[in-house]
């Protein structure tokens, strides 16, 4: 077996998973690119195993071990992303940058616990997240009033 043929095979799957996680911005695409190049892997692995006839067959066995992280990277990724569509109705990378919660009706436009400088607040009775403890709650605990359960 020539060893060209699957190694350009695999180059060629590198290189286009590579622009798809560069050029896409969707996750589940970015997902997929990923795969691409994993397979890509895969195909050389394979191919330098039996073209070196390794008695152990050590590529083989990485293959399955790299197939297996895979599934389990798509299973966990794909559950992150549909999270992440429910609550922010996009999965648009772009739109994603910032991780924390959008702010609530009401919220004040400083960061909850930080002051108007970006420095964290400091933990006296002061600051404006902080609310009196009601029944059942100790009277170190303090809530945002931004993030009450609603009944």
Do not use: K
Not at 7 to 24: E, I, K, M, N
Not at 100 to 110: F, I, K, L, M
């Amino acid at each position: 077996m020539h060893l060209v043929y699957p190694a350009v095979l695999a180059v060629l799957l590198f290189c286009v998973g590579v622009y798809g996680l560069l050029a896409r911005r969707n996750a589940i695409l970015m997902l997929m690119s990923v795969e691409l190049m994993l397979n890509a892997v895969n195909l050389n692995l394979v191919t330098f195993d039996v073209w070196l006839r390794d008695t152990l067959h050590a590529g083989q066995a990485f293959t399955l071990f790299i197939i297996a992280v895979a599934a389990a990277e798509i299973g966990i990724g794909l559950a992150i992303v549909l999270l992440v569509y429910r609550n922010r109705g996009s999965s648009d990378i772009d739109r994603l940058r910032d991780l924390r919660e959008p702010p609530g009706p009401g919220a004040d436009t400083v960061g909850a616990g930080r002051s108007a400088t970006g420095h964290p607040a400091t933990g006296g009775g002061d600051t404006e997240d902080a609310v009196e403890p009601t029944d059942g709650e100790h009277s170190s605990q303090h809530r945002n009033p931004a993030r009450r359960p609603t009944a």
